[in-house]
C-alpha cells in the first residue's frame, strides 16, 4: 500500500527490479592456479561458490526465501561449504547466513563494523546514489522492519583484512566500505574479486551500484579493488565486471 502511494516511482521500482534479481546464465572460468568460482543458484544476490581441492567456501547467502534452492543446489553439487563470508549485511546477502551455520556447520566470516548488525538480524537502509534510488530509499526507510533476518553470531570478525587459506582457498579478504560500513571484498587467486554491492553488473553503461552510504568512500573503495590486479569482478548482482569497465568508470569519475 506504501508504494501504491508514490505513483510517480512505479516506473523506477519497475527499472531496478533487475538489480534485486537476475537469472541468466554466468560462466566464470577457473583461475590459473586451480580455484574455481560458480554461481550456486538464481537467487535476490549473486550467493557464490568457490572451491578448490575439494574444499568450498560460500560467499554471500540469499534471503530466506532462497533457502530451499541453495539446499537443493549444494546437494546436486555435492558441496558442503565450510565457511560463509558476507559482503556486507544486507538482508538480501546475509539471511542465510545463520541456516548455513547451523546446518552445514559452516563459520560465519563478516568485517567488524557490521558483526552488531548480523547478531541483531537487521539492515540499515542505504542512501542511494541517482535520483530514482534516492526516492526508493525514502520509502524504504519508512518499512524498514521488513528487512530484518535470521540474527547470527559470526564465528570471524575481521577488521581489514582476512586469509581464506585456513578454509583451503588461496584468497584474502579485505575492507572495502562505502555501499556500506563493513563492506567486503573476496581476492582468489589475485584474479578474480567478489565484491559484493561495492560494484553492480544489472546497470546499463556503467558498474557503480545505485546504492551507497558513503560515495567518496565508495570511490576509494574502487581504486583499493583495482589495486588488486583482478581482471574479473563478480558483482552481489548481475553479470560480471571486467578490469577495464571499472577502471574506465573510476576514472571518468575523475578520480584517476
Not at 193 to 213: E, K, N, Q, W, Y
Amino acid at each position: 500500500m506504501l508504494i501504491q502511494r508514490y505513483h510517480g516511482l512505479t516506473e523506477n521500482v519497475q527499472q531496478i527490479q533487475g538489480y534485486c534479481y537476475i537469472s541468466v546464465m554466468i560462466d566464470i572460468p577457473d583461475t590459473g592456479k586451480g580455484t574455481s568460482v560458480i554461481r550456486l543458484t538464481p537467487a535476490r544476490c549473486n550467493i557464490w561458490v568457490v572451491s578448490r581441492n575439494g574444499r568450498s567456501i560460500v560467499v554471500d547467502t540469499g534471503i530466506s526465501f532462497d533457502r530451499s534452492r541453495i539446499a537443493n543446489a549444494l546437494e546436486r553439487k555435492g558441496l558442503i561449504p565450510e565457511a560463509v563470508v558476507l559482503t556486507h549485511t544486507h538482508f538480501d546477502h546475509a539471511g542465510n547466513a545463520a541456516w548455513l551455520q547451523a546446518e552445514y556447520g559452516a563459520e560465519v566470516v563478516v568485517q567488524e563494523d557490521e558483526s552488531a548488525m548480523l547478531a541483531a538480524g537487521e539492515m540499515p537502509i542505504p542512501g542511494g546514489t541517482y535520483t530514482f534510488t534516492r526516492g526508493l530509499v525514502s520509502i524504504g526507510r519508512k518499512i524498514e522492519q521488513v528487512f530484518r533476518y535470521d540474527p547470527c553470531i559470526a564465528d570471524n570478525v575481521f577488521t581489514d583484512h582476512f586469509d581464506l587459506n585456513r578454509f583451503g582457498i588461496n584468497g584474502f579478504i579485505i575492507h572495502t566500505p562505502g555501499h556500506s560500513p563493513g563492506g567486503a571484498t573476496v581476492v582468489i587467486d589475485g584474479e578474480i574479486a567478489l565484491a559484493g554491492d561495492s560494484v553492480i553488473g544489472t546497470m546499463p553503461g556503467s558498474p557503480f551500484p545505485p546504492f551507497a552510504d558513503d560515495v567518496k568512500v565508495l570511490i576509494g573503495t574502487w581504486k583499493k579493488i583495482i589495486d588488486t590486479g583482478c581482471r574479473i569482478i563478480l558483482p552481489g548482482h548481475g553479470k560480471p565486471v571486467s578490469r577495464e569497465e571499472m577502471i574506465s568508470e573510476y576514472n571518468r569519475r575523475g578520480t584517476g
